[in-house]
T-cell receptor, first 114, second 109 residues
Framework: DTGVSQDPRHKITKRGQNVTFRCDPI?????LYWYRQTLGQGPEFLTYFQNEAQLEKSRLLSDRFSAERPKGSFSTLEIQRTEQGDSAMYLC????????????FGQGTRLTVV | GIQVEQSPPDLILQEGANSTLRCNFS?????LQWFHQNPWGQLINLFY???GTKQNGRLSATTVATERYSLLYISSSQTTDSGVYFC???????????FGKGNQVVVIP
């Protein structure tokens, strides 16, 4: 078990392009979370999955954002028509059955929109 | 939503000094974690501590859930302790970790 893995680690894209990030959680973890962190702030919740079901989405997740976890294993986060304001660190976390257990984070994907 | 306040926001320490970081939260919680964010951005788990006291080497943490605060103690600080420390909580009947703004710690040799 190598922990939560995210890919890519860094992404630079031009405004208006689409980007997709991948997260592989710890293998026995049912819950998977996406967070976004901007400079000088703590991470902010975007969405979470229980197995393949997306159960909650934050208001931060505009209609340009979509997340999937098709087989209850890895997850993808896609941003369409990127804007400069999307530049941030995107963090993925996973945990076992309930949110009351310890969550573990991946290395993050740092997105820069130019 | 729940408010999580961390203090002090910035701290400069001489190597070998001790320090205490504080996390106050505004509602009942079922989960509280402390993280250290390394220079590359990864959040490293320090403690899962919804209540009580735990110790791990030079670090220890105490959460008093009834009074809605948690403390992280760093003893005999080292330059590798530099970075941002985050407190994150899960409010009762909620489904996500809510983070504070962090404590930026710089340890100078």
């Amino acid at each position: 078990d190598t922990g939560v893995s995210q890919d890519p680690r860094h992404k630079i894209t031009k405004r208006g392009q689409n980007v997709t990030f991948r997260c592989d959680p710890i293998s026995e973890h049912n819950r998977l979370y996406w967070y976004r962190q901007t400079l000088g702030q703590g991470p902010e919740f975007l969405t979470y999955f229980q197995n393949e079901a997306q159960l909650e989405k934050s208001r931060l997740l505009s209609d340009r954002f979509s997340a999937e976890r098709p087989k209850g294993s890895f997850s993808t986060l896609e941003i369409q028509r990127t804007e400069q304001g999307d530049s941030a660190m995107y963090l993925c976390a996973s945990s076992t059955e309930t949110v009351y257990t310890e969550a573990f984070f991946g290395q993050g994907t740092r997105l820069t929109v130019v | 939503g729940i408010q999580v306040e961390q203090s002090p926001p910035d701290l400069i320490l001489q190597e070998g000094a001790n320090s205490t970081l504080r996390c106050n939260f505004s509602d009942s919680v079922n989960n509280l974690q402390w993280f250290h964010q390394n220079p590359w951005g990864q959040l490293i788990n320090l403690f899962y501590i919804p209540s009580g006291t735990k110790q791990n080497g030079r670090l220890s943490a105490t959460t008093v859930a009834t009074e809605r605060y948690s403390l992280l103690y760093i003893s005999s600080s080292q330059t590798t302790d530099s970075g941002v420390y985050f407190c994150a909580v899960v409010r009762y009947r909620n489904n996500r970790l809510a983070f504070g703004k962090g404590n930026q710690v710089v340890v100078i040799p």
